[in-house]
């Protein structure tokens, strides 16, 4: 069974950074493309940035640019570097895979930008 935990919870300014690190166990990362996933209070959750298994990624427009993601298949690990925060990039972040999600998601890490 697939687990999933995120970590780097975390307040930060505007305009500061925060990495985010997700831990994958139960799978073969390697074959699974991974997304970062993200909930704002009464929005739905919405795509971020997603990573193939090849390594290509993708980014919504509005983190294209400020946002990285990048995957280690040895440590089983997927990371997503935010830089130049914005209020409006509060939420809960969540990975998981993609284009297809697994049956069950994380707990998920609250970030939160406010000065």
């Known amino acids: 069974q697939v687990q999933l935990v995120e970590s780097g919870v975390g307040l930060v300014q505007p305009g500061g950074p925060l990495r985010l690190s997700c831990a994958v166990s139960?799978?073969?990362?390697?074959?699974?493309?991974m997304g970062w996933y993200r909930q704002a209070p009464g929005k739905q959750r919405e795509l971020v940035a997603a990573?193939?298994?090849?390594?290509?990624?993708n980014y919504a427009d509005s983190v294209k640019g400020r946002f990285t993601i990048s995957r280690d298949n040895a440590k089983n690990t997927v990371d997503l570097q935010m830089n130049s925060l914005k209020p409006e990039d509060t939420a809960v972040y969540y990975c998981?895979?993609?284009?297809?999600?697994?049956?069950?998601w994380g707990q998920g890490t609250q970030v939160t930008v406010s000065s």
């Open positions: 998981n895979a993609w284009p297809m999600t697994f049956g069950s």
């Open positions: 139960g799978i073969r990362l390697s074959t699974h493309g």
């Open positions: 990573i193939t298994s090849g390594g290509s990624t």
